[in-house]
């Protein structure tokens, strides 16, 4: 694949600093992993990036990302083959995945859509436009989450997310060896 020099992008001067969402970014081309590093941590997210497809899940599940930036054409393992394989994958299903790619032909653009991306842009990268497709994706997924995680009438999370919640405070505890006490109010 034929790599473009990527211009240093600039963030939107007016970029909150608040965000605090994880975004992964795997792409073989070290110019791009520090151009959305640059353009991305001044939002405040937290950007992990990875050159090496074949190390991904490793990364996945230490950086636990909100959204996952891929690249279509990558040595070893290509980012529609990672897509697939997180689509097929229960727990980061529901992962937002957005494709970043020089390619702009119909066909890997339908490859892309099929294998389970929620967006897609081509580079090179219009700063203002990836930071507001992110931030759009990320406000839709909280939405949907909240949606199918919390009771409308009470406002508390529902019996499956309570569950989940409290497997993952349990394996905290045990983790960093502490105590762990839970009491339930009716």
């Given at each position: 694949m034929d790599k473009q020099q990527m211009p240093e992008p600039q963030p939107v001067p007016e970029a909150p600093q608040?965000?605090?969402?994880?975004?992964?970014v795997v792409d073989?081309?070290?110019?791009?992993?520090?151009a959305l590093q640059n353009l991305l941590e001044p939002w405040g997210f937290q950007v992990y990036t990875l050159g090496d497809p074949l190390q991904f899940f490793d990364?996945?599940?230490?950086?636990?990302p909100d959204l996952l930036i891929l690249?279509?054409?990558m040595p070893h393992k290509g980012g529609i083959e990672l897509c697939r394989e997180i689509r097929n994958n229960s727990q980061w299903s529901g992962l937002p995945i957005l494709f970043l790619t020089a390619r702009t032909d119909a066909q890997t653009m339908h490859q892309v859509f099929a294998a389970g991306a929620d967006d897609y842009v081509s580079k090179p990268i219009v700063g203002p436009e990836l930071v507001s497709r992110i931030l759009n994706r990320?406000?839709?997924?909280?939405?949907?989450?909240?949606?199918v995680e919390i009771d409308a009438l009470t406002?508390?999370?529902n019996r499956r997310k309570s569950s989940e919640e409290l497997q993952r405070l349990i394996q905290l505890c045990?983790?960093?060896?502490?105590?762990?006490c839970f009491a339930i109010v009716d």
């Open positions: 608040t965000n605090a969402s994880k975004v992964m073989d081309d070290p110019l791009v992993l520090t990364l996945l599940k230490e950086a636990e690249d279509v054409q990320l406000e839709r997924t909280r939405l949907l989450r909240s949606l406002g508390v999370m045990d983790r960093h060896q502490q105590p762990f």
